[in-house]
Nanobody
Framework: QVQLVESGGGSVPTGGSLTLSCTAS????????MAWFRQTPGKEREGIAM??????VRYADSVKGRFIVSRGTTKNINLKMNSLNVDDSAAYYC???????????????????????WGQGTQVTVSS
């Protein structure tokens, strides 16, 4: 059974940094695409960063140059968030997407429709 658990959320002042982690169980994550999404009340979930099975990364324009997604171990990915501002306040979700058939995931997308498994989320609050 695939499970994703996020950690590392919290409160930081504007300009601060925070690192989120996503720990996976039930699969080896380097065969999957892994991504981070975020959502604020009343808004659609936004894909902000992803890494696929050949370590290609993609970022939303809103976080490009400030956030870095990386693999820690085969069971963990991280999201290093720098230069945080109040617009980054949201619930952050980790997601995993499978490849075609039983293959490696080579997707290069931030569309939530392409991700099959989701964590419960962790809250990030940036104060002014």
């Amino acid at each position: 059974q695939v499970q994703l658990v996020e950690s590392g959320g919290g409160s930081v002042p504007t300009g601060g940094s925070l690192t989120l982690s996503c720990t996976a169980s039930g699969f080896i994550n380097n065969k999957y695409c892994m991504a981070w999404f975020r959502q604020t009340p009343g808004k659609e979930r936004e894909g902000i960063a992803m890494i696929n099975s050949i370590d290609m990364v993609r970022y939303a324009d809103s976080v490009k140059g400030r956030f870095i997604v990386s693999r820690g171990t085969t069971k963990n990915i991280n999201l290093k968030m720098n230069s945080l501002n109040v617009d980054d306040s949201a619930a952050y979700y980790c997601a995993a997407g499978v490849g075609d058939g039983d293959g490696w995931c080579l997707k290069y997308t931030l569309s939530q429709d392409e991700y099959n498994y989701w964590g419960q989320g962790t809250q990030v609050t940036v104060s002014s």
